[in-house]
């Protein structure tokens, strides 16, 4: 009801809009542009048991000019499964710069962010340092790096380890936008590049993007122990924030080498090492 009352008749395209007093549509209007019955609506902003098609659902989200998240909320109360909504409203999409600063507040240590493709959109510089996001000859995206950036490899003691893991979230990642070239394009790119991947996609494994750890072997400061964790944003459900936590173990003392390597004496040095 609540959303009714903020549609004008004229903003819905009524006849006689620009003459009306009262606000909003009337209940009758809306199941008239929506192509409904009015009995059927009333029951439906009543809240009663009645049969709810997604279709029906998205008509009424139509004429009451509902937003993604809303359109989503009206699914629930009508106790159907919402639909997916990879693309973010508008209204958010000045969220980056805000998005780089939270990753930059993380240094030193690494975090970047991607795009449902698993593009890099964002690094601190930790991350250009220790995982060579945005190094001339590593590709911006982090599914083909995995598998094809040698610097990435020699350094990556975890990489057989993780691959599968890597391989089975980024399907995972596919199956929430069906029918998305992007993802095709990206694992025909992979596939043609690494028989190692072409191996592990043809096993079908499914995996939700949460928590893996790293083990890197940095050629300045020796092993480097992380936790990699990917974030979402429900505001911007195109984007996934990874952040890389140090383990916390007295062998490693993560912390302490990403405080040296992201400090100018460590950046002078690192200007002169040798990959893997």
């Known amino acids: ?57 998205d008509s009424v989200a139509r004429v009451l000019r509902l937003s993604g998240v809303e359109r989503r909320h009206l699914y629930v109360l009508a106790g159907l499964n919402p ?90 990642a596919w199956s929430e936008r069906p029918g998305d070239e992007g993802y095709e394009a990206v694992v ?13 996609w043809a096993r079908g494994d499914v995996l939700d993007g949460g928590q893996v750890h790293k083990e890197l072997e940095h050629p300045l400061v020796g092993t480097l122990l992380f936790e990699s964790t990917q974030l979402r944003v429900p505001a911007r459900p195109d984007l996934t924030i990874v952040l890389h936590n140090p383990r916390r173990t007295a062998e490693a003392d993560t912390g302490a080498k990403l405080e040296w390597l992201t400090s100018p004496e460590g950046r002078r040095g690192g200007m002169f090492s040798v990959a893997g």
Do not use: K
């Not at 409904?36 to 049969?51: H, K």
């Not at 025909?188 to 592990?200: I, Y």
């Open 1 to 57: 009801m609540s959303r009714r009352a903020r549609v004008s008749p004229a903003d819905a395209g009524l006849p006689d809009g620009g003459r009306r007093r009262t606000p909003g549509l009337r209940r009758e209007e809306v199941a008239v542009l929506a192509g409904v019955g009015a009995s059927w609506y009333q029951w439906l902003e009543q809240g009663r048991d009645i049969t709810v098609s997604p279709q029906v659902l």
């Open 83 to 172: 639909p997916l909504r990879p693309d973010p409203d508008p209204a958010v999409l000045d969220m980056c710069e805000g998005l780089q600063r939270l990753i930059d507040a993380w240094m030193p240590f690494p975090a970047h962010i991607m795009d449902p493709y698993w593009n890099n959109i964002a690094f601190n510089e930790a991350s250009r340092i220790v995982l060579n996001h945005g190094q001339e000859g590593s590709s911006s995206n982090c599914l083909i790096a995995y598998f094809t950036d040698p610097v990435y490899r020699a350094r990556a003691a975890s990489w057989a380890r993780n691959a599968p893991t890597v391989v089975a979230q980024y399907r995972a």
């Open 188 to 200: 025909r790119h992979v596939s043609g590049a690494s028989e190692e991947f072409a191996r592990l």
